[in-house]
């Protein structure tokens, strides 16, 4: 069975930089899509980036130009590089993967973005 373990998060000062790691394990091929999600307090889950197969990414307007999401070259692991980092980034990141036509979750990593 496939498990995605994140790693990364913790504090960070405003304009600090930080990044997340999600790898899978257990006997898959390979992912077909990874992207990364967040959830602030007491607001829904959101999109933060993603990349497709054919290597598309996309970012959230209040992310692109500070966050670089990239893989590994076996689509089993998944980065997100986050840079210029703001007190409104704080939430619990998650990683998905689409693996064999299904989403797999990460279990969620805090990054707190205060001074």
């Known amino acids: 069975q496939v498990q995605l373990v994140e790693s990364g998060g913790g504090w960070v000062q405003p304009g600090g930089s930080q990044r997340l790691s999600c790898a899978a394990s257990?006997?898959?091929?390979?992912?077909?899509?990874m992207a990364w999600y967040r959830q602030a307090p007491g607001k829904e889950r959101e999109l933060v980036a993603s990349i497709a197969g054919g290597g598309t990414t996309n970012y959230a307007d209040s992310v692109k130009g500070r966050f670089s999401i990239s893989r590994d070259r076996a689509f089993k692991t998944t980065y997100l590089q986050m840079n210029s980092l703001k007190p409104e980034d704080t939430a619990v990141y998650f990683c998905m993967m689409v693996i064999r036509g299904a989403q797999r979750w990460g279990q969620g990593t805090q990054v707190t973005v205060s001074s």
């Open positions: 257990g006997s898959i091929l390979s992912s077909t899509a």
